[in-house]
């Protein structure tokens, strides 16, 4: 069964760098796209960053644009998420979800939290 | 940049139907999602492409457009079905996507 399993969470001080990862399996990753949707304490979903199948073709939200990158590894089928110049409001849970034709999202892992505080 | 809204709380009784609303801009001309999501979990697809359901998920769930708003209908309303509920859908003129602000559904 498809399987989405994020890890690399955890406490960072303001400013510093974070490198979530996403690791897939039951699917053919190489052919999926995959976004990154995060969710602040109490709050509602933000979606942060999509990735095609050939790793080429990459969006960001303007919140995180120029700060976040979004990359994959095909060969391990490993998605993800290199977190630069991080700020408090960064502070999330962040997931991984695979992208389907039409937009929507159709399978997400569990989610890593990061606390971005000094 | 666009933006979905979605009413913060919808209550109902027991065996009722709940109906979820997300506006937007001509948002009948966009492809719409929905989303349950639990505490402490993960957010579940439940309709994709404005009224389309994944395997698994219970023919009382039901998705509705019209100009600007999408609907998400539950029928027959059990205790199981409170959670969070948000509407989703890629901006095709900006190419990003965008989730409402979620609406927590009461079970009464």
């Known amino acids: 069964q498809v399987r989405l399993v994020e890890s690399g969470g955890g406490v960072v001080q303001p400013g510093r760098s974070l490198r979530l990862s996403c690791a897939a399996s039951g699917f053919t990753f190489s052919t999926s796209t995959m976004a990154w949707v995060r969710q602040a304490p109490g709050k509602g979903l933000e979606w942060m960053s999509l990735?095609?199948?050939?790793?080429?073709?990459?969006n960001y939200a303007d919140s995180v644009k120029g700060r976040f990158s979004v990359f994959r590894d095909n060969s391990k089928d490993i998605l993800y998420l290199l977190m630069n110049s991080l700020r408090r409001e960064d502070t999330a849970v962040y997931y991984c979800?695979?992208?389907?034709?039409?937009?929507?999202?159709?399978?997400w892992g569990q989610g890593t939290l990061v606390t971005v505080s000094s | 940049s666009y933006v979905l809204t979605q009413p913060p709380s919808v209550s109902v009784a027991p065996g009722e139907t709940a109906s979820i609303t997300c506006e937007g801009n001509n948002i009948g001309r966009k492809s719409v999602h929905w989303y349950q999501q639990k505490p402490g979990q993960a957010p579940v697809l439940i309709i994709y492409n404005d009224d389309d359901r994944p395997s698994g998920i219970p023919e009382r769930f039901s998705g509705s457009r019209s100009a600007n708003t999408a609907t998400l209908t539950i029928s027959r309303v059990e205790a199981a079905d409170e959670a969070d509920f948000y509407c989703h859908l890629r901006d095709t003129s900006s190419d990003r996507h965008i989730f409402g602000g979620g609406t927590k559904l009461t079970v009464l």
């Open positions: 979800a695979r992208g389907r034709g039409g937009g929507s999202f159709d399978y």
């Open positions: 990735i095609f199948y050939d790793g080429d073709n990459k």
